[in-house]
């Protein structure tokens, strides 16, 4: 892992470290059989959160799955440095035993964290699983589904069927697969207002992958209204559209 700075979103960007060609690793990435580097963490599928509340300075936290060296595995989530270019290790926290969560999309609402994750199966989309907590480094507790035993020590659900086979045929895809995508990011709604009862406050963003090992990967993405009951925060639902615009996609909760 490195990082790398600019005074502009578009760039040009530059490394944090010694030189370009040595840039420093804050999480000191596991390297097997390299002397050269500390044990350190394997840094998978990551994504980085900022905390929104008052008084929190903007605290900013990074979620990632790690696995390989058996000291350091599961999914993780550490704080940020103040400016960003590093991390606290004191803060390192380990929230699942299991490595095999990825795809981490942060969002709060309702005075909790929500924590969106998918399982592990390669490019194959599989279910998505939805966790909150009352701070950025949790415990996070399991919401939704209350019914897959094992899911703290890393129960891994099988990948989804194919288009047309049981399980994921029209008109009832299954919403547990995400509609066969991976999450990417939840992004606020700009057309919310507090108070707004039918528009969704967030949006489900997520990606399609299909290998093809002639041409690359081909990549498509997705976005969906969510929504959170009013009358229960630890329901959350994304609902399919063909089509829509944020300020017209109306929520399932009455």
């Known amino acids: 892992v490195a990082v790398a700075v600019s005074s502009s979103p578009t760039g040009p960007f530059h490394f944090v470290g010694k030189n370009a060609s040595s840039p420093t690793d804050p999480f000191h990435t596991l390297d097997p059989g390299n002397p050269n580097l500390p044990a350190g963490f394997q840094y998978a599928d990551a994504t980085l959160f ?8 903007r605290k900013t936290y990074v979620y990632w799955r790690t696995r390989v ?25 380990q929230l699942f035993q299991t490595p095999n969560r990825e795809a981490p999309a942060v969002f709060f609402a309702r005075e909790r964290f929500y924590l969106w994750t998918s399982g592990t199966m390669g490019w194959a989309p599989t279910t998505m699983h939805l966790y909150t907590a009352d701070e950025p480094l949790g415990a996070f507790n399991r919401s939704g589904f209350t019914a897959s035993k094992g899911w703290r020590v890393g129960w891994q659900p099988p990948p989804i069927p194919n ?10 895809q299954p919403g547990i697969w995400a509609f066969g995508s991976q999450s990417t990011y939840i992004l606020a709604n700009p057309q ?32 969906l209204p969510l929504f959170i009951d009013p009358a229960n925060a630890s329901r959350v639902r994304v609902v399919w559209h063909a089509a829509w615009r944020l300020d017209n996609a109306t929520s399932p909760f009455s």
């Not at 900022?50 to 300075?57: A, F, L």
């Not at 350091?72 to 004191?90: E, I, K, N, W, Y």
């Not at 288009?163 to 009832?172: E, F, K, M, V």
């Not at 990606?207 to 093809?212: A, K, L, N, S």
């Open 50 to 57: 900022v905390d929104p509340r008052p008084g929190e300075s």
């Open 69 to 93: 060296n058996a000291e350091h595995t599961g999914f993780r989530a550490m704080q940020l440095t103040d400016d960003c270019l590093g991390v606290l290790p004191s803060s390192d926290t």
């Open 163 to 172: 288009p047309g086979d049981a399980g994921n045929r029209q008109p009832a």
């Open 192 to 223: 919310y207002r507090a108070g707004s009862k039918h528009l969704a406050p967030f949006i489900y963003m997520a990606d399609r992958w299909t290998p093809d090992d002639r041409n690359g990967s081909f990549g498509t993405y997705v976005w």
